[in-house]
């Protein structure tokens, strides 16, 4: 624990719990306590329950709701359906990525409505909410609502929805389903170079539908007040300002100030969280309407069925080659999954990280189409990554698929092709332009961590036993907190309190990486306060002026740079009142670990007396304004791209098909570390849900009737803690120029290279089988039947 006294030990606090210290996280005293304060511990009184009806068809006209008896069931507080909806005048949730269609007019916007009025779109939809004034009466009435579909075909396959004569989805979009296509890049240089090339490799490969499943299910627990006319949402959310004015401006068209939304501990969000949903504005709609407060929390089955779904495309990519081996063009066409609706978000993560298709390679040309489709399908939204894992797996799978074709070594392939060090910073072959890094060095770093050279032996080995083992290397990089997201600002209030406290109002908001520790380690560091005495704040619209929130990888880059920027404003301000204090001029005063110090002298003065005598405007007469703070607003120029190199070994029994991963290594790049452990627990954590992914994790859906097949932890293949083994972490940091404390984004790097490394790892242990390729989940049956179709397993 640190001295509590601001008098003792200032000078070693820097180096106890400043930036690059592995500080253990402040915030887990109180999480292995069970003092975690989730919406569902917010306890309020004569809250009415609210059950979702949803539709059990993927597809179906509505053709009749009779709410009568479930309205009659004592306990019912009452019984909604979207009529209710458009009579009151209620909106409709939005996207805010626009795209246009092949013609170039814009993309159709089709109404995702609360509750659906005439027709469902997936098996899910929400149709009715059942108030009660308890769970066990809201569920039973909401057995009671009779609901009469007319069922329709459906659409779960972007692929299959495309062709001729399947269903539409929407008139808007038919005949062929499709929402948008967006094309980057230069087509003709492609076309050119691939004309000229030596060699082309394609490959047609699926990044498979999952779900995010965090810890903690969506929840939603509205209150109206109507004294003061306003509502207040209490709720598990990623950008609480971003939603409040969703809310306001197009559902609720109220001023903003007539909503807060306050976001507690949130128990993992991963993207999936991102984005409003309908039960957000069901709630205070409802609780306006009966007079109550109204909670609402999924189950985990009702998770799978509403949550909004991720990743889901079906692509083919090319790699030209010239004789050398040298990268010539990459084209890619991609069929991305968007589901029934367009969330907030949807088109986001198949058309904004395409820049990641460049990986760490010079590759001149690159050209990308994606193809949007509707189907009878959850809506889609960003999960870790969002883009960046599909577009690290495309160019390291046809990199390995490339080697073998040419009879060139993997990782003697892609040192060919490589960024070198001094290109930096390099602008690729499409949108990005690399800062920092030192791709080169992570992979030797890797090389030698993983003893890439001896693996022949434990191949040998693993063959012994029976197995199949096999390693997988692939480079990783992508964008983190550019200005790419546009609007990317983000904000921060610093301020001292009369006691001499500090508080930092962030708006970013944390779901579990950590942030009440990074914060307060910028802040030790910078401005010299103890821990203890530093309060991080964030997820309350009344309480923070203004939020991005936390996605992309770009709370600590965008707002612990607008936290430095702050401080820097505090620590000027606060020597120009020290000087007067200490009767020195301004300029002969030195700050240095908390303390304001006259040059050459003993004469001190710590930073919280200085703010204590701040908001004590006779002790600094000549001073206006009162008090020590700063509120600030950063909006970086530049993107960071965290970069690395992973490999990884798996091992697999022929005669279950059974996959294991034995070995990890990552060599990470994210510039200035804040916390090592941080960084690592998040590396960790983004690998697994890579492996996650690989080894089972799939959302499927009965082709034949649009029924989801994997609704529950039964059919879902979650990673468990079994199936990881250690994993290294080895850091080759390359500070970024685009922010002052030249930190890069660490949230998501794991997953980026997680997926295609271990992918890899899995072909190479079935390459003497002559097996070139397998599509994600590597399911023991997948494998089984690729090792039957190849004609048996020998491992020697
Ligand atoms: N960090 C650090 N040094 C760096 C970079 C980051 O010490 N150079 C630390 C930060 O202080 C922070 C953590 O690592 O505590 C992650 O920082 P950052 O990379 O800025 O990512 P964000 O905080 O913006 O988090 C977003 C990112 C995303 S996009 C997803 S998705 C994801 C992820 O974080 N969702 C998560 N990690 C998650 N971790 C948990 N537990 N739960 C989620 O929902």
Redesign the pocket.
Same mark, same amino acid.
């Given at each position: 624990m640190m001295p509590a006294s601001p008098k003792s030990g200032d000078e070693s606090l820097a180096s106890a719990f400043g930036i690059g210290q592995p500080q253990t996280r402040v915030e887990d005293a109180r999480f292995v306590q069970g003092l975690g304060r989730f919406v569902d511990d917010i306890e309020m009184s004569g809250a009415a329950h609210m059950v979702v009806v949803r539709s059990p068809h993927a597809a179906a006209k509505i053709e009749s709701i009779d709410i009568s008896r479930a309205t009659a069931m004592p306990g019912v507080l009452g019984v909604f359906t979207g009529k209710d909806l458009v009579t009151e005048g209620i909106g409709t949730l939005h996207t805010s990525v626009k795209r246009k269609r092949r013609d170039g007019s814009a993309m159709p916007e089709p109404p995702f409505r609360l509750l659906a009025l005439d027709a469902t779109r997936f098996a899910g939809d929400a149709v009715a909410i059942v108030l009660g004034d308890s769970l066990a009466t809201a569920q039973d009435a909401a057995e009671q609502v009779s609901v009469t579909y007319e069922d329709l075909p459906s659409a779960t396959d972007a692929v299959a929805a495309v062709r001729e004569g399947a269903p539409a989805v929407w008139p808007q979009a038919a005949p062929d389903n499709v929402c948008f296509v967006f094309e980057q890049g230069d087509r003709a240089a492609v076309d050119a170079a691939f004309a000229s090339a030596h060699h082309v490799t394609r490959l047609d490969f699926r990044v498979s539908r999952v779900s995010a499943n965090?810890l903690e299910p969506r929840n939603a627990l509205g209150v109206f007040d109507p004294a003061e006319g306003r509502y207040t949402l209490y709720t598990g959310t990623q950008m609480p300002h971003k939603l409040r004015a969703e809310l306001a401006e197009t559902i609720l068209f109220v001023p903003a100030t007539s909503i807060r939304v306050v976001s507690p501990d949130v128990g !993992? &969000? $991963? =993207?999936m969280k991102g984005s409003p949903y309908p039960e957000q504005a069901l709630v205070l709609w409802a609780a306006k309407k009966i007079g109550r407060p109204v909670r609402w929390s999924a189950s985990r089955n009702e998770s799978f069925l509403s949550d909004y779904h991720a990743r889901d495309t079906a692509s083919s990519v090319e790699l030209a080659l010239n004789s050398e081996g040298i990268f010539l063009a990459l084209r890619i066409k991609t069929h991305a999954n968007l589901g029934a609706y367009l969330a907030f978000n949807t088109p986001h993560s198949s058309t904004n990280n395409l820049g990641g298709l460049a990986g760490t390679y010079r590759t001149p040309h690159i050209h990308a189409e994606v193809v949007g489709v509707f189907t009878t399908t959850q809506p889609n939204a960003p999960?870790?990554g969002a883009g960046r894992p599909e577009a690290t797996y495309a160019i390291e799978r046809v990199i390995d698929v490339a080697a073998a074709e040419l009879g060139i070594d993997r990782v003697e392939l892609r040192k060919r092709n490589l960024i070198p060090r001094d290109a930096l910073p390099f602008k690729t072959g499409l949108v990005f332009t690399y800062d920092s890094g030192d791709f080169k060095r992570n992979m030797e770093l890797a090389l030698q961590a993983a003893d890439w050279d001896g693996f022949e032996t434990r191949r040998a080995e693993a063959a012994r036993r029976g197995h199949l083992r096999g390693i997988g290397i692939a480079n990783a990089i992508e964008i &983190?907190g550019g200005p790419f997201n546009n609007p990317n600002e983000e904000a921060a209030d610093v301020r001292f309190d009369a006691n001499g406290d500090l508080t930092i109002l962030l708006g970013?908001h944390n779901? =579990?990486? !950590?942030?009440e520790t &990074?914060f307060r380690q910028i802040a030790v560091s910078l401005l010299g306060v103890h821990p203890e005495r530093t309060r991080v704040a964030s997820g309350d619209t009344d309480l923070i002026a203004h939020g991005r929130g936390? $996605? @992309?990888?770009?709370?600590?880059?965008v707002g612990g740079a607008a936290v430095a920027r702050a401080s820097e404003k505090i620590v000027a301000r606060a020597r120009r009142i020290a000087a007067g204090i200490l009767e020195a001029g301004e300029n002969d005063i030195e700050f240095d670990a908390g303390y304001f110090r006259v040059a050459g002298t003993d004469r001190a003065i710590r930073i919280e007396e200085v703010a204590r005598r701040s908001h004590v405007p006779a002790s600094f007469p000549e001073e206006a304004e009162y008090g020590l703070s700063a509120s600030v607003i950063v909006t970086p120029k530049e993107a960071s791209f965290p970069n690395g190199c992973h490999i990884c070994e798996v091992e697999i029994d022929p005669e279950t098909g059974l996959m294991r991963l034995v070995a990890y290594v990552v060599v990470d790049d /994210? !510039?200035?570390?804040?916390?090592p452990l941080? /960084?690592k627990g998040?590396i960790h @954590? @983004?690998m697994v849900q890579g492996l996650g992914q690989i080894q089972g994790e799939e959302i499927v859906y009965d082709e034949s009737n649009g029924q989801i097949l994997t609704a529950s932890f039964m059919d879902y293949g979650m990673p468990r803690a079994e199936d990881v083994p250690a994993i290294t972490v080895i850091s080759n940091p390359s500070p970024t120029p685009s922010n002052s404390l030249g /930190?890069? !984004? /660490?949230?998501?790097a794991g997953t980026v290279g997680a997926l295609p490394v271990i992918m890899n790892a899995v072909v190479d242990a079935l390459s003497p089988l002559g097996i070139r390729h397998l599509d994600m989940p590597a399911t023991p049956y997948r494998i089984w039947a690729a090792i039957q179709a190849a004609g048996g397993a020998a491992a020697e």
């Open positions: 965090s !993992g &969000a $991963f =993207g999960y870790r &983190a970013t779901h =579990g990486q !950590g942030h &990074a936390t $996605f @992309g990888s770009r709370s600590v880059m /994210v !510039g200035t570390i804040i916390n941080l /960084v998040q @954590g @983004g /930190v890069k !984004g /660490v949230g998501e």
